[in-house]
């Protein structure tokens, strides 16, 4: 399939702020993305994007009437609405206010102020989002993988699994946490694993420490998809196996390449 240009993207912008509305405006003006509206509160934005879905929302996080993951939840919770890619532009940096947006699935979380290029990436994820590369993965017979889909959050999941769907994978299970992952792991033999690293009862660094050791499936490429920033965390959940981490949030063409680098 074609992919599409950054500039056919229709973009819905909600900002209450003129200033930022107005670098937001000029900075997606020099990307040549001229099919934008903007909104100043998110039940406005809401309300019209129910009757024209468009290829992406960009918020900030604080609006006058819900925060920024008030209003992706309430796109991820609407059937109609839940595949529609989200990015944050935002100058909170706090671990704990972004995190939830973060497992909610978005394409990018960009600091105010934002580069240009930073910008630009994510409307190219954006776009591999809506029309995925058919041919980077070309070689796996993609319809043939078991993959195993392992994350405490519901949305988190669900994102993911609309990901690996749009590259081709359609055998997917899924677990809430590494201890209900070891069950299914008992039942069906898989190709991969994407799970998370932060899990109630037992966490993607005990999975895979259980894959390696103990499970019959010891040599299963593990993908972890993580929004953990500590370096030492990180360290030991390489040591305990993982074949890659891939960060929260993810682009998909990321995610693809270490796809292609674990089971080709």
Do not use: W
Not at 85 to 95: D, E, H, K
Not at 135 to 148: F, K, P, R
Not at 154 to 178: D, F, Q, S, W, Y
Not at 196 to 201: F, Q, S, T
């Amino acid at each position: 399939m074609n992919k599409i240009p950054i500039s056919d993207l229709a973009i819905t912008v909600i900002e209450p702020s003129s200033m930022q509305s107005r670098i937001i405006r000029e900075r997606l003006s020099d990307l040549d993305v001229t099919n934008v509206q903007f909104f100043l509160d998110g039940q406005a934005a809401l309300e019209n994007i129910k009757q024209s879905v468009p290829d992406l929302v960009i918020s900030s996080l604080y609006l006058p009437d819900m925060t920024g993951l008030d209003l992706v939840m309430s796109l991820r919770n609407d059937q109609q609405l839940e595949a529609v890619p989200f990015m944050l532009i935002s100058s909170v940096t706090a671990f704990a206010e972004l995190d939830p947006i973060r497992q909610a699935g978005v394409v990018a979380i960009l600091p105010k102020p934002f580069e240009s290029a930073d910008l630009k990436r994510a409307l190219f994820a954006t776009v591999d989002l809506i029309v995925p590369d058919d041919v980077a993965l070309s070689e796996i017979a993609l319809d043939e993988l078991m993959v195993l889909v392992v994350d405490d959050s519901l949305t988190a999941r669900n994102h993911i699994c609309r990901v690996l769907n749009n590259l081709g994978i359609e055998n997917i299970k899924k677990a809430k946490n590494g201890k209900e992952a070891i069950g299914v792991l008992g039942e069906s033999y898989f190709d991969l694993v994407v799970t998370d690293y932060n899990m109630p009862e037992m966490d993607g660094e005990a999975l895979t420490r259980y894959i390696r050791e103990n499970s019959e499936q010891k040599a299963i490429p593990v993908l972890m998809v993580t929004s953990e920033e500590s370096e030492s965390r990180l360290s030991a959940v390489q040591q305990a196996g993982v074949s890659g981490i891939c960060d929260k949030p993810f682009e998909p063409a990321a995610v693809r390449e270490m796809i292609r680098n674990l089971l080709i």
